[in-house]
């Protein structure tokens, strides 16, 4: 049997919609790339993040490419739990927060087709202490949901962090005063 190789693909544009405010994300921080943003291939994922002005959540434009395939022609479960957790945890940090997820739970509620555009939004439940809960969910334009998800993530003290609190402040920094990053 001959097996094709597939030529790199093109990942389509993920423009915010109006009242968006994208959040800059450097590209790399500590000692190596992040897992979901420091993707640089051109076939798993492509991820463009933003900040909705008029409740401040957090909304994600991604796309699923060929190498996040799961059953044939649907995305692989656990890449959508990937995006949720960022997502969610993104939500949490936002919010001036140095947490890390201790549970996460992710409901499919249906089959993803490889290279859809979906959205992805993440907020923050409520906060107990040291305890935040996030929820998070992925839908296409149309409005059909593919996965929701809950997660715990506990508040760490910022000293853990290093580095990270200095890229979390400028990505912060970005959504000051920055009309410009409408998309």
């Not at 993707?39 to 991604?62: E, G, L, P």
């Not at 949720?84 to 890390?100: C, I, P, R």
């Not at 929820?135 to 760490?156: P, T």
Request: charged share 25%; no cysteine; aromatic share 10%.
């Amino acid at each position: 049997m001959e097996i094709k190789k597939i030529d790199a693909i093109d990942p389509p544009e993920l423009p915010g919609e109006e009242g968006w405010t994208e959040l800059k994300i450097p590209d790399s921080y500590g000692k190596g790339r992040a897992f979901i943003t420091g993707d640089k291939t051109a076939d798993r994922i492509k991820v463009r993040y933003f900040q909705k002005q008029s409740d401040k959540s957090f909304v994600a434009r991604v796309w699923f490419g060929p190498a996040t395939e799961g059953p044939a022609g649907f995305v692989h479960g656990g890449s959508m739990a990937s995006i949720l957790d960022e997502a969610m945890g993104a939500s949490v940090w936002l919010l001036g927060f140095t947490a890390v997820a201790a549970r996460i739970s992710v409901d499919y509620r249906n089959m993803l087709v490889l290279g859809t555009i979906t959205t992805v939004e993440a907020k923050v439940l409520s906060v107990n202490g040291r305890k935040i809960v996030s929820a998070g969910k992925i839908y296409d334009k149309a409005g059909a949901v593919y996965s929701e998800s809950e997660g715990l993530y506990i508040n760490l003290p910022a000293a853990r962090f290093g580095k990270m609190i200095h890229y979390r402040d400028e990505v912060k920094k970005s959504l000051s005063g920055t009309d410009n990053n409408e998309q």
